[in-house]
T-cell receptor, first 116, second 114 residues
Framework: KAGVTQTPRYLIKTRGQQVTLSCSPISGHRSVSWYQQTPGQGLQFLFEYFSETQRNKGNFPGRFSGRQFSNSRSEMNVSTLELGDSALYLC???????????????FGQGTRLTVV | AQSVSQHNHHVILSEAASLELGCNYSYGGTVNLFWYVQYPGQHLQLLLKYFSGDPLVKGIKGFEAGFIKSKFSFNLRKPSVQWSDTAEYFCAVNAALGFQKLVFGTGTRLLVSP
């Protein structure tokens, strides 16, 4: 069974630009969550989507946004990029729902974003 | 707010040595607990998980973890490490409320020398 797929794998953007990252979850998984991984802050939760609705949001500025489509694929967008947004962005999918609480998250390879 | 503490940031061991990585969390409710591993250049992989039941859980590659509710701890152990265990290990907590919001520890870099 195919894993979580993230595209692109690498991105280089200039300060002030915006970027869109894509995530295709494991088939049947309706929960998609996003994390930012940096050497200084570690792994931090950005947001989670389930059935096209954002259920949870982490402590990130409004420049970070996301959405989920009816096929569960998700995108995250970062506008007005700053140097500090350089990070590995990880997407995870799971079967988590109100009726299925005990589930694990499966992670993709990540998108390495470099802001110059 | 939930938080997770991993006590060791860097660990260096020789092959065949025993490993124990500490993890403590702060959250008063029911939690799901995980250990993930990130091998160099690879994605995060689940080592083991605890939802309920037997507090001693076994995972892949000979790893196990012990949940002690009274100490809010979930320590990872392996009796005999191998060079291939060189990786970064992350403890994570998720409130068992039906959504997926993992709170991670800062990670422990393990280097196993042959």
């Amino acid at each position: 069974k195919a894993g979580v797929t993230q595209t692109p794998r690498y991105l280089i953007k200039t300060r002030g630009q915006q970027v869109t990252l894509s995530c295709s979850p494991i088939s049947g998984h309706r929960s998609v969550s996003w994390y930012q991984q940096t050497p200084g802050q570690g792994l931090q939760f950005l947001f989670e989507y389930f059935s096209e609705t954002q259920r949870n949001k982490g402590n990130f500025p409004g420049r970070f946004s996301g959405r989920q489509f009816s096929n569960s694929r998700s995108e995250m967008n970062v506008s007005t990029l700053e140097l500090g947004d350089s990070a590995l962005y990880l997407c995870a999918s799971s079967l988590a729902s109100a009726s299925s609480m005990n589930t694990e998250a499966f992670f993709g390879q990540g998108t390495r974003l470099t802001v110059v | 707010a939930q938080s997770v503490s991993q006590h060791n940031h860097h660990v260096i061991l020789s092959e065949a040595a025993s490993l124990e990585l500490g993890c403590n969390y702060s959250y008063g409710g029911t939690v799901n607990l995980f250990w993930y591993v990130q091998y160099p250049g690879q994605h995060l992989q689940l080592l083991l998980k605890y939802f309920s039941g037997d507090p001693l859980v076994k995972g892949i590659k000979g790893f196990e973890a012990g949940f002690i509710k009274s100490k809010f701890s979930f320590n990872l152990r392996k009796p005999s490490v191998q060079w291939s265990d060189t990786a970064e290990y992350f403890c994570a907590v998720n409130a068992a409320l039906g959504f997926q919001k993992l709170v991670f520890g800062t990670g422990t870099r393990l280097l196993v020398s042959p």
